[in-house]
């Protein structure tokens, strides 16, 4: 049984939870007191040196970085090769935004650890940074349903879930309305599951 | 014709010349004036909305971001599939240090720009960033002689650059025997090139 490393209210953590229940892939998980930083403790850094959720045992295999478990998941229970192809072409575009959803996207994220955990970072310089990457991202959404191959990819799921919590770190996504079509094509996808703050829609 | 529009000093677009060297694929290169920011011109930034470096193309497609590029290269270049295994197990350990590559150990690349192109940044945060790395790096490789898989992947060309350039950040390696080791592994691959501030084993 897969087993997860989990905090309910992690946007990464979500990426998993969210991509195991669009695969109907079952699960158990391990909450990890995050808020009082179980993951930078002892028997968590032996999971995981990075100190970071989610990690991810599957059948004696462990992992660590949203991502990396993403490419995973999808090599390994997507039968029909469509989350993440294996055709080059295909595969390096999706690859470009599992660099986004781990690193600019990565910017929301520390605005919300900002606003909804006190974290002591820069907030301006991250919602900066967030309000870049959604401009770009609105640009590309523009003429595309889907970030890349015309379906949903992994890159889908690596990107939305820090976008979608945007405004928990105080950004506001109405001046992006392709983001906005985006997440809610998101939530209609069948077996999608929400999070706090990221509700199914009515 | 491949085409990489590249800087001699950039590690992310060396990850790109180096790799192409390892699978023996001819490109060309189009070089970037990096130090008076051509990357962030509008011709640049129609070509990469992120306004950074390496940009890609091959044959009617382009990609950016030096992981991505790693991808799709593997998957299009390398006959055997040892680089970048379509296998799911193996795929997700390589995607693990993708994500390292292109986030934890760019706290190295950040820091030798401050020493180098007197960029503002906070030049303490990011050598202990990189610390805080190679650390993980190194005990990562104190029974490994590859980052996974017993053999060289795109792991190992995503982490390489920056590592072997953290000098340039005022980082000494000198604590990490390992990561040395495996500096000095990289460098004796077949068709290993140099680039600046990384210079081929005597």
């Known amino acids: 049984m897969i087993k997860l490393y989990d905090f309910a209210l992690s946007g990464s953590c979500y990426k998993i939870r969210l991509f195991l229940s669009l695969l109907e892939v079952p699960y158990e998980t391990q909450e990890v007191d995050f808020v009082n930083k179980e993951h930078k403790n002892e028997a968590h850094l032996a999971l995981n040196p990075f100190g970071e959720i989610p990690i991810f045992e599957d059948d004696g295999l462990r992992l660590r970085d ?32 599992l660099s986004t959803g781990g690193g600019e996207i990565m910017n929301a994220a520390g ?58 770190g105080g950004i506001d996504l109405t001046p992006y309305p392709n983001v906005l079509a985006w997440i809610a094509r998101i939530k209609r996808l069948p077996r999608f599951i929400a999070m706090p703050g990221i509700p199914v829609i009515a």
Do not use: M, S
Request: with cysteine; aromatic share 12%.
């Open 66 to 97: 949203a991502q990396a478990i993403l490419v995973y998941l999808a090599k390994k229970y997507d039968f029909n090769g469509q989350w993440f192809p294996d055709d080059a072409a295909a595969a390096g575009k999706v690859a470009q935004w």
């Open 111 to 168: 605005a919300r650890l900002v606003k909804i955990l006190n974290y002591p970072l820069d907030i301006e310089k991250l919602q900066a940074g967030a309000v870049r990457v959604f401009k770009i991202l609105d640009a590309h959404l523009a003429d595309r349903e889907w970030l890349e191959l015309g379906h949903p990819t992994i890159a889908d799921i690596a990107c939305f879930p820090y976008t979608a919590l945007a405004g928990e």
